[in-house]
C-alpha cells in the first residue's frame, strides 16, 4: 500500500512537471488546493489507464516495437497520456492535454521525471 502511494505521488509530480514545462497541457484551477487535488486524481487516473489499457496496446504492438528497437514506447506513452486527458474530461477534472506532439513531450517529461524521483525515492 505504501509503494502505491508513493507511485501515486511520484506520478501526480511528475505530470505537475509537465503541465509546467509544455505549454499544451494545462492544469487549471483556483488555487493550489485545488490545483493538488486535481493532479493527484489525474494520477490515479493515469495509473489505472497504464496498468489497464496500455499492457493490452503494448501486445497489439509487439512487431512496432521491435522493428523500432523500443522507441515506440514513446507514442504508446504518449497516447496513454492522451487517453488519460480524454478520462479527465470525462470526470470533470481540469487537465487538459491538446494534441498528440503535447503528450509525446508530457509523455517523455513524465517519464524522466518519475524516474528520478523513484530513483531519489526508496520504496522502503
Do not use: R
Not at 499492457?55 to 521491435?66: D, E, G, H, M, R
Amino acid at each position: 500500500m505504501k509503494g502505491f502511494v508513493i507511485k501515486t505521488l511520484i506520478n501526480a509530480a511528475a505530470i505537475w512537471v509537465a503541465a509546467w514545462i509544455v505549454p499544451a497541457i494545462s492544469l487549471t484551477g483556483d488555487d493550489w488546493k485545488h490545483k493538488t487535488l486535481t493532479v493527484i486524481a489525474v494520477a490515479l487516473v493515469f495509473g489505472v489507464v497504464n496498468w489497464l489499457i496500455k499492457p493490452v496496446v503494448q501486445l497489439f504492438s509487439l512487431p512496432l516495437f521491435i522493428l523500432t528497437l523500443g522507441l515506440f514506447t514513446f507514442v504508446v506513452n504518449a497516447l496513454m497520456l492522451w487517453l488519460t486527458s480524454w478520462a479527465s474530461d470525462k470526470l470533470d477534472l481540469d487537465f487538459k492535454v491538446d494534441g498528440f506532439w503535447a503528450a509525446l513531450f508530457g509523455a517523455l517529461i513524465i517519464s524522466l521525471v518519475s524516474w528520478g524521483l523513484s530513483l531519489a525515492l526508496d520504496d522502503d
